[in-house]
T-cell receptor
Framework: DAKTTQPTSMDCAEGRAANLPCNHS???????VYWYRQIHSQGPQYIIH???NNETNEMASLIITEDRKSSTLILPHATLRDTAVYYC??????????????FGKGTLLTVNP | EAQVTQNPRYLITVTGKKLTVTCSQN?????MSWYRQDPGLGLRQIYY???????DKGDVPEGYKVSRKEKRNFPLILESPSPNQTSLYFC????????????FGPGTRLTVT
């Protein structure tokens, strides 16, 4: 899996968009970008993933640059409950393999009232 | 509601007393996995299962056993718990295809004295 780099922490005002960056300059052509988050001591939660096109679901949007060397997770209207550690993971998804997830240190997003 | 459940959520036990942490998912997922999370060490995989009756070791299997007799259940067994197994445990599951989109249980906080 390609290495990722994320800021250690970020702050965001409640109701504003939270933009979390991730650098993955060594990403391979068949590697996906995944985002998870973990609210304190709760189980990690899958957010979104993409290969090269921008993706949106009910939780967030994922913007991947054209060269795929970086991406941004966007929470459009952050709430206090979005305070969590956010993890960016780059990996290949090949059927029949061990889908072990390896989280780095992630970004602690603090949403302030 | 699609979910992964774990029981118990909290457990305090003594060294050597056998225990089982149950994990159940209702999404018909083929892949299931156990992780432990310790401060500063991140998530470490204990065991995983690609399907019924197919299990394999993760990165830290010593002191643990698993079984996968039914698709929905993947119990974690500690035959003779020791204090170094005090940790926060998570069960996760996913489909065979796109296995990196995983659903995690709420966690089991185990203390072995």
């Amino acid at each position: 899996d390609a290495k990722t780099t994320q800021p250690t922490s970020m702050d965001c005002a409640e109701g504003r968009a939270a933009n979390l960056p991730c650098n993955h300059s060594t990403i391979s052509g068949n590697e996906y970008v995944y985002w998870y988050r973990q609210i304190h001591s709760q189980g990690p939660q899958y957010i979104i993933h993409g290969l090269k096109n921008n993706e949106t679901n009910e939780m967030a949007s994922l913007i991947i640059t054209e060269d795929r060397k970086s991406s941004t997770l966007i929470l459009p209207h952050a709430t206090l409950r979005d305070t969590a550690v956010y993890y960016c993971i780059v990996r290949v998804d090949s059927g029949g393999s061990n889908y072990k997830l390896t989280f780095g240190k992630g970004t602690l997003l603090t949403v302030n009232p | 509601e699609a979910q992964v459940t774990q029981n118990p959520r909290y457990l305090i036990t003594v060294t050597g007393k056998k225990l089982t942490v149950t994990c159940s998912q209702n999404m018909n997922h083929e892949y299931m996995s156990w992780y432990r999370q310790d401060p500063g060490l991140g998530l470490r995989q204990i065991y995983y299962s690609m399907n019924v009756e197919v299990t394999d070791k993760g990165d830290v299997p010593e002191g643990y056993k698993v079984s996968r007799k039914e698709k929905r259940n993947f119990p974690l067994i500690l035959e003779s718990p020791s204090p170094n197994q005090t940790s926060l445990y998570f069960c996760a599951s996913s489909f065979w295809t796109g296995g990196s989109e995983q659903y995690f249980g709420p966690g089991t906080r185990l203390t072995v004295t």
